[in-house]
């Protein structure tokens, strides 16, 4: 039975992608990315706006492992286990971890709204 606050149309179920993203950085980390991936394995199944926010949540993720892989692995081989790369190190994944959490949660909103993702449209 409806109420009076209801959809007029069925939801696009793309806050499902964004929600594991989130979940990924934030609670369960390889659970969530194991999640993802497997709705990116599966996202042909979908409507087009879930698979756009599946895509984005999934490139999002792999973007942020590379970015603070690469940003710790480069400065340990210049500074070695000194007190410049662990100051580096941990400033470095702080910043960008909270980047990747706020696009998430932007990204959230717009999945909620049904808009397409902030991501560049080539990849999608």
Same mark, same amino acid.
């Given at each position: ?19 594991? $993203? &989130?979940?990924?950085?934030?609670? #369960?980390?390889?659970?969530? *990315?194991?999640?993802?991936?497997? &709705? $990116? ?5 979908? @409507?087009? !706006?879930?698979?756009?926010? =599946? ?7 792999? #973007?942020?492992?590379? !970015? #603070? @892989?690469?940003?710790?692995? !480069?400065?340990?081989? %210049? *500074? ?6 662990? =100051?580096?190190? !941990? ?6 971890? =909270?980047? *990747?959490?706020?696009? @998430?949660?932007?990204?959230?909103? *717009? %999945? ?11 990849? &999608?």
């Amino acid at each position: 039975m409806r109420y009076s606050g209801g959809r007029e149309k069925a939801a696009s179920g793309a806050v499902v992608p964004v929600v594991w $993203y &989130l979940l990924n950085l934030l609670v #369960i980390p390889v659970i969530g *990315f194991a999640v993802l991936a497997w &709705l $990116y394995i599966h996202r042909s199944e979908n @409507g087009e !706006l879930r698979q756009a926010h =599946t895509q984005a949540a999934f490139f999002m993720s792999v #973007i942020g492992a590379l !970015l #603070i @892989g690469a940003g710790v692995a !480069l400065p340990w081989l %210049a *500074f070695g286990n000194t007190g410049h790369f662990w =100051t580096f190190a !941990l400033v470095w994944a702080i910043v960008l971890h =909270t980047g *990747f959490v706020l696009w @998430g949660m932007v990204s959230l909103a *717009f %999945a909620m709204s049904d808009k397409p993702p902030l991501f560049p449209s080539v990849l &999608l």
